[in-house]
Nanobody, 114 residues
Framework: QVQLVESGGGLVQPGGSLRLSCAAS????????MRWYRQAPGMERVWVAT????????IYSDSVKGRFTISRDNAKNTVNLQMNNLKPEDTAVYYC???????WGQGTQVTVSS
């Protein structure tokens, strides 16, 4: 069955970096675009970034543009989110999503705090 498993979250100080990974299984990963979303406490889940199926097209929300980089490794069935210059407002649970298939991972917590 389809599985998306996120990892790499944690506690980091403002200005720091984290790299999230999402391991995919149960479908032909290289055929599908992938997205990252995040959900802050008490807020709706919002879109963060998208990458096409071959990794040549990336799109970002304005709030993370220039600080986050989405990438993928189709040989390893993983999609990554490199997050630099983190801010307290980046604190959220981060989810990877296969939009065409409608599947979500369980999420990984990112906390930015001094």
């Amino acid at each position: 069955q389809v599985q998306l498993v996120e990892s790499g979250g944690g506690l980091v100080q403002p200005g720091g970096s984290l790299r999230l990974s999402c391991a995919a299984s149960g479908f032909t990963f290289s055929n599908y675009a992938m997205r990252w979303y995040r959900q802050a406490p008490g807020m709706e889940r919002v879109w963060v970034a998208t990458i096409d199926n071959v990794g040549t097209i990336t799109i970002y929300s304005d709030s993370v543009k220039g600080r986050f980089t989405i990438s993928r490794d189709n040989a390893k069935n993983t999609v990554n989110l490199q997050m630099n210059n983190l801010k307290p407002e980046d604190t959220a649970v981060y989810y990877c999503h296969a939009p065409t298939l409608g599947f979500w991972g369980q999420g990984t917590q990112v906390t930015v705090s001094s």
